[in-house]
């Protein structure tokens, strides 16, 4: 897919996010899916596409606070989800629960912005407080929105036109990125992993991508050299590397729509999927001379069954 250039930023800075899933795939928990974000826009988008002419190209993530709803047990050494206790069920037993683990986030979202709506003659912070309105009356993975820091100028809402020139961008980055510190921007890591998968199979022939994703995320202890007689030590890491889900791979046919049945839409085309697993890496806004590298964009392939999500410029960097 081709990436088109975002002609305007919408800004919303510090959004707290109550109770959002922490089990972001069937492997993996913590930070919210990138999945959750890339939906929450569309479905803005949708809910302002009656008075705009514009779409949303892309969303840039960026995190100022986490906080896992998860306790430790006394006497245990790991740590358990707070779950809640649901009412007993008719006959008086405790009712068959889904495990669920929740956490409490505070998020800045960049999202990009194109389409005749912009020059229609609205002011951009007109359009920028009507999406907000819009914005606190949705959920983001399941949590709640809410505003923070209400009265701050610097925590408001805002739209930008994007500049043409290289110039005026990278002043608009600077100024965007100083009202994001301190927090951390998600970014995906496709060939990081792709270059560390190469290398392990030039010592093990027969290692999988999934090989390759844990021995580059996960805490490695190393012996010492065979010339040395040193003692072993903890493997360097080269980044805020996790394991992130990016979007789903085909497990079926696309069926035809109303073909399956208690499909969740009737009307449009349907096909199982499971998850797809990358890397992602946790960087600081301030890293970036242009914030809409930040953004995550959607690379769909539906002849190959493959609907994900990138940062296109980080995803190409091993």
Known sequence: MVDENPEALLVLPRLRILNANAVS?????GFPAVTAFTGFMHALQRRLSS??????????????????QAYQPPGKRTFVFSLTRNPLDKDGNTAAIVEEGRVHLEVSLIIGVRGDGLYAGNEPQAIANRAFQEVLAMRIAGGSIGESAAGNRRQRPDLHIWPDSFE???AVSR?????????????SREGMLEEHWTAMRSCTPGASAIDALLDLIRLNTDPPHKSTSGEWSIRARKGWLVPIPVGYAAISPLYAPGEVRNA????????FVESIFSVGEWISPHRVENVCDLLWRYRVEPDHGLYRCTTPVFASCP
């Open 175 to 187: 100024r965007l990125v100083s009202r994001l510190l301190p927090g951390f921007a998600l970014v």
């Open 51 to 68: 008075e705009f002419n514009f779409e949303f190209v892309g969303v840039a993530v960026i995190c100022h606070s986490f906080s896992p």
């Open 25 to 29: 795939s069937p492997i993996t928990w």
């Open 264 to 271: 969740r839409d009737p009307g449009v085309p349907f096909r």
């Open 168 to 170: 005026e961008r990278r």
